[in-house]
């Protein structure tokens, strides 16, 4: 009886070959102008004025403000936060459904930075073959000073990488200065030297593991694709069956027998970053790259083939059918991703640079005081969005004989209203006594106010707040 197969294989290392070619360029231009953005983005600057920082996307953790050019987003709207992840993992559903793991391919910084580390290791220690047998040979000089300069080039890509990080939470042109010169603060010195290690660990040792292994969305995937999305795959009946030998081939096509286009070359395989063979159908380590589609390109154009074998289609096209673009979850995605952003434009087009609260105690419901008036207590809390202290009054509509009182807050208008200060960023929690002093018998039992607050200064905003207010039953 034959033993079990094993469980756990050895990994094997993949040396994937450097493919010219459309889809490779296309890849190159992704990876400049996003890797370019990340380099240069915290080094832009965007006035908002005095004692502002004058980054244009700046996440001020101690102040606890995220600057976005010129949006400002507080820890109050947290929530976009969660709109903003909801946004992206619909859009990421929404790409995957028209084009397959597209993402992965171009987007991915997993798949970006393996892609700049696999550079850096065929410019410094040659071919695909040549490092083949460099890893099985004795350890000589030249391997070693080749070794050494690739494990060092890769170190500094990770460090750059940390160290731009880190610049999007501090001024960019203040830190790196004091990185080389060694005043850093201790936690950008910490999350530097974590994101190099897990970039060298990730893009270098790991690579393709993190594709296969590591990353969920690999694994889920294929419930997002159906018949209709592109992907990269094989054309099996125009490549099957494969013949490599040229007199083979020539015999079989005289004896009248049907032979396909692809000649078994394994260019297709040795390009592959994730190490598969395309020919074998649709897999989950396929991350939509290309390379193969490149690869199969030259070699058709080598020999004079008159179809191409891996290209992205889709497997209605291969079954002879055609492409529905405008398919149900397409207009499902696309109508979330167009319904969100307008929520998000009507939000920030609606939001003021203040807000307020106003909560009605409920222990006890009223007070009775002793010169006959009734008085309710609420908790109030005062958010001040502008970029500068503000001065606000505070006022009560909608109550007649009405006097408003705040604690720990003395200083009022000629009109005996409250005047609140409020530094830039400030949440302000007050504690309001609303006192409605003797006059004609009330009616009510409850009555509707409005509580208004409005700066001293034009810029500061204005808000009102509707509440109640109990008095006992006629």
């Given at each position: 009886m034959s033993p079990d197969p094993a469980l756990y294989a050895r990994w094997q290392k993949i040396y994937p070959r450097y493919q010219s070619g459309f889809f490779r360029n296309l890849r190159w231009l992704s990876t400049l102008i996003l890797v370019g953005l990340y380099a240069f983005l915290p080094f832009v600057r965007w006035d908002r004025g005095a004692d502002?920082?004058?980054?244009?996307?700046?996440?001020?953790?101690?102040?606890?403000?995220?600057?976005?050019?010129?949006l400002t987003i507080w820890p109050q709207e947290i929530f976009l936060l969660a709109f903003a992840l909801i946004f992206m993992a619909i859009a990421l559903f929404f790409m995957t459904a028209i084009a397959g793991r597209v993402f992965c391919g171009y987007f991915c910084f997993q798949t970006i930075w393996t892609d700049l580390?696999?550079?850096?290791?065929?410019w410094v220690e040659g071919s695909r073959k040549r490092r083949m047998n460099r890893d099985v040979e004795p350890w000589t000089f030249d391997r070693g000073w080749?070794?050494?300069?690739?494990?060092?080039?890769?170190?500094?890509?990770g460090w750059y990488t940390g160290a731009i990080f880190t610049a999007y939470f501090v001024d960019a042109p203040t830190l790196l200065p004091a990185f080389w010169h060694g005043t850093a603060p201790f936690a950008a010195w910490f999350?530097?030297?974590?994101?190099?290690?897990?970039?060298?660990?990730?893009?270098?040792?790991?690579r393709e593991q993190v594709c296969?292994?590591?990353?969920?969305?690999a694994r889920f995937q294929g419930a997002m694709y159906d018949e209709h999305s592109l992907i990269v795959a094989y054309d099996e009946g125009a490549g099957e069956p494969r013949q490599g030998n040229r007199r083979d081939r020539q015999a079989t096509q005289h004896r009248g027998e049907r032979v396909g286009w692809c000649i078994d070359c394994h260019e297709c395989v040795t390009v592959c970053p994730t190490g598969i063979d395309i020919r074998n159908g649709q897999q989950y380590e396929c991350i939509t790259c290309a390379a193969c589609v490149d690869a199969c390109a030259s070699v058709r154009d080598r020999v004079g083939m008159p179809v191409t074998l891996i290209r992205y289609t889709s497997l209605s096209e291969l079954g002879g059918g055609k492409i529905a673009w405008f398919r149900p979850r397409i207009l499902a995605y696309s109508g979330l991703m167009v319904a969100m952003l307008v929520g998000v434009?009507?939000?920030?087009?609606v939001r003021t640079p203040l807000e307020m609260t106003v909560i009605r105690n409920r222990q006890p419901i009223f007070i009775?005081?002793?010169?006959?008036?009734?008085q309710n207590n609420y908790t109030a809390h005062i958010l001040n969005r502008s970029p500068k202290p503000q001065q606000y009054v505070l006022q009560v509509e909608g109550l007649d004989h009405a006097a408003l009182s705040v604690a720990a807050i003395s200083q009022k208008t000629a009109e005996g209203w409250p005047v609140l200060t409020v530094e830039s960023g400030e949440v302000m929690p007050l504690s309001l006594y609303l006192k409605q002093t003797t006059g004609p018998e009330p009616i009510q039992e409850q009555q509707a106010?409005?509580?208004?607050?409005?700066?001293?200064?034009?810029?500061?905003?204005?808000?009102?707040y509707h509440s109640v207010f109990i008095r006992p039953k006629p």
């Open positions: 502002l920082p004058n980054q244009a996307i700046l996440f001020d953790l101690p102040a606890r403000k995220f600057y976005l050019f010129s580390f696999l550079q850096v290791e065929r080749r070794k050494g300069v690739k494990h060092t080039l890769w170190l500094l890509i999350t530097a030297g974590f994101l190099t290690m897990t970039t060298y660990l990730f893009a270098g040792m790991a296969i292994f590591m990353c969920p969305y434009v009507v939000y920030f087009g009775r005081l002793s010169d006959g008036g009734i106010v409005r509580f208004a607050l409005h700066a001293v200064e034009s810029d500061g905003g204005a808000t009102v």
